[in-house]
């Protein structure tokens, strides 16, 4: 399964890239508490303690509403192109939400804020899954598939 | 007020998801596949989010304590073990699998594609999964 062209975006994706910044610092702001999708959907589906669910949900609300108001305001839905078959999407989530577990994170809690604050682990972890996810990739696009 | 915050932290995380391009997997797995369809736009995604984040938590964590919440809650462990970097390389695994990570599928909800729904209900059967073999393994633990 090869790839199609994408469009290189440098200045958008610098500025989403500031307001997903500008997110975590928020949270940390107002909560003190780091901004990691892991955590926060697993807090969600497990609750760590009584009351702990609603923000959570309010804040997952609010990332849904991300690009409705992209949309609102410029007229356009964000891409959203799937390349791959459904049983890559069924396997990978499923390998994912296991890896991201053990793991204590993803590209946000480990790749923006662990990273932000010059954690050992998170820059270990961040190395680990760029490379993985560039392994799988390269052996999918170009070993099995190209 | 921990509800309204939550909601706009995440709504400002969800725009910068979509405006970076984070949010279509096309992007994402292309910039992996540097040795074909290459596009190297998440990498300033990555120095846009990481530079803001490195200047705002400097500013913020000089402040005695967050808002709403008493102390700031700061990560803790500190060890580079077996289940980190295991854990990391099966992320690395399914996010080059499916093309999208946690943070990008939640706001890619937004979008009404079957795809994401599909990809976030296998996300959060993973979740939970994993959640009960670690519990079962420690004892109850808390996730950072």
Partial sequence: MTGFETEFTPLQSLAGGVLIGLSAVLLMFFQGRVMGATGILSGLIAGTAPGDRGWRAAMVAGMIAGPLLVLTVSGQMPAVDVPVSWPMILIGGFVVGIGVTFGSGCTSGHGVCGNARLSPRSMVATVTFMIACGITVYVIRHVLGG | ?144
């Avoid at chain 2, 995440?10 to 596949?33: H, Q, R």
């Avoid at chain 2, 580079?80 to 699998?97: H, K, N, Q």
């Fill in chain 2, 1 to 144: 007020m921990r509800l309204l915050s939550a909601f706009i932290v995440g709504m400002v995380f969800g725009t910068g998801i979509a405006i970076s391009g984070m949010i279509n997997p096309a992007k994402v797995l292309n910039f992996f596949d540097i040795a074909g369809t290459w596009d190297p736009s998440l990498i300033f995604v990555m120095g846009g989010a990481l530079m803001t984040t490195f200047i705002g938590y400097r500013l913020v964590l000089r402040r005695d304590a967050p808002v709403i919440e008493e102390t700031f809650q700061l990560p803790l462990a500190r060890d580079i073990d077996a289940r980190l970097i295991g854990g990391s390389a099966v992320f690395g695994l399914g996010w080059g699998i499916a093309g999208f990570c946690p943070g990008a599928a939640v706001p890619a909800l937004g979008s009404g594609k079957w795809e994401v729904a599909l990809f976030v209900a296998a996300l959060l059967a993973g979740l939970w999964v994993a959640r009960a073999i670690r519990d079962r393994q420690t004892g109850k633990g808390a996730l950072a």
